[in-house]
């Protein structure tokens, strides 16, 4: 894919596949996909910021070529995504997620702070008291609902909502190939039933924006990103003529965001970096 490598970590639970290429930088980018979605929903990112960033896209445990996996739990893809960062000595990460790709991102930078310089939701969900308990039964009522649904109409179901354009809609009915029905109807139950024992309040320090899709129609994804926003000041900016895979949907539109973040981070990070270099300078050298 775009000339990056493909890698593997293992545990007891499963082997995670990720892609990435050889360059180094201050800041990696670190991309998840959402649910049922694999590393292809971020290629025109991987594309746009593949030669300036070392950049990181994984299948998430239980999704695309990370399977089988046992025991999904945010706890538990969480440790193997430090263990692809480990691998790849990635110190300090912008985390782009998208969907469930933005909820791993916050449970792991509340457990990793040091390792986040940024983090950028896509059409994503916040952790915390956002929710009711009609929120949360109908979450762990997801999978027999789904099951309802002739196969050829749910995928064609979750295309259309998560894509607005063509291409979009396209790439998310190829990334759904991979399963059979009833695996699909399971992890879209055992993607959004994790969330319930595990949310929590967590705490995102790091410079973090919010994008959401002007079409977006996903559940109550908009209501809980207009709260997310008034509760924490993150900056909320609504992607027009895009639905839920905003990235994918407006990609020009999505990376021009992306980089204005960027480049509000580096600066910042950069002199962090000068002043250790500086106080390890003064440290040798007796000042």
């Given at each position: 894919m775009l000339n990056l490598h493909e890698k593997t970590v293992s545990s007891s639970l499963g082997?995670?596949?990720?892609?990435?290429?050889?360059?180094?930088?201050?800041?990696?980018?670190?991309?998840?996909?959402?649910?049922?979605?694999?590393?292809?929903?971020f290629?025109?990112?991987?594309?746009?910021?593949?030669?300036?960033?070392?950049?990181?896209?994984w299948d998430c445990p239980c999704h695309g070529k990370s399977r089988p996996y046992d025991k999904f739990s945010y706890l538990n893809v969480c440790n193997e995504l430090d263990s692809i960062l480990e691998k790849e000595s990635v110190d300090k990460a912008v985390f782009i997620g998208q969907s469930l790709g933005g909820m791993i991102a916050?449970?792991?930078?509340?457990?990793?702070?040091?390792?986040?310089?940024?983090?950028?939701?896509?059409?994503?969900a916040p952790?915390?008291?956002?929710?009711?308990?009609?929120?949360?039964?109908?979450?762990?009522?997801?999978?027999?609902?789904?099951?309802?649904?002739?196969?050829?109409?749910?995928?064609?179901?979750?295309?259309?909502?998560?894509?607005?354009?063509?291409?979009?809609?396209?790439?998310?009915?190829?990334?759904?190939?991979?399963?059979?029905?009833?695996?699909?109807?399971?992890?879209?139950?055992?993607?959004?039933?994790?969330?319930?024992?595990?949310?929590?309040?967590?705490?995102i320090s790091c410079k973090s924006i919010l994008l959401l899709g002007d079409k977006d129609k996903v559940g109550k994804v908009t209501a809980y990103n207009k709260e997310w926003a008034k509760r924490t000041g993150f900056p909320l900016i609504i992607i027009q003529d895009a639905a839920h895979n905003a990235n994918d949907d407006q990609p020009d539109k999505v990376n021009a965001v992306m980089k204005d973040f960027l480049e509000t981070i580096e600066p910042a990070e950069v002199r962090e970096?000068?002043?250790?270099?500086?106080?390890?300078?003064?440290?040798?050298?007796?000042?």
């Open positions: 082997t995670t596949y990720y892609w990435t290429n050889d360059i180094d930088s201050d800041i990696s980018l670190v991309f998840l996909p959402g649910l049922s979605a694999d590393h292809r929903l290629e025109f990112q991987l594309d746009a910021f593949k030669d300036e960033y070392k950049v990181v896209a916050q449970y792991y930078i509340d457990s990793h702070p040091s390792k986040a310089a940024g983090f950028i939701s896509i059409g994503s952790f915390g008291d956002y929710y009711s308990k009609s929120d949360m039964f109908w979450l762990s009522q997801l999978e027999w609902m789904c099951k309802l649904f002739p196969d050829k109409m749910l995928r064609s179901s979750m295309a259309k909502i998560c894509g607005l354009t063509e291409v979009s809609q396209k790439r998310m009915i190829e990334m759904l190939s991979s399963y059979t029905k009833n695996e699909l109807c399971h992890l879209l139950y055992v993607g959004e039933a994790a969330f319930i024992p595990e949310n929590k309040k967590v705490d970096r000068l002043k250790d270099i500086a106080k390890s300078m003064i440290k040798s050298y007796g000042g």
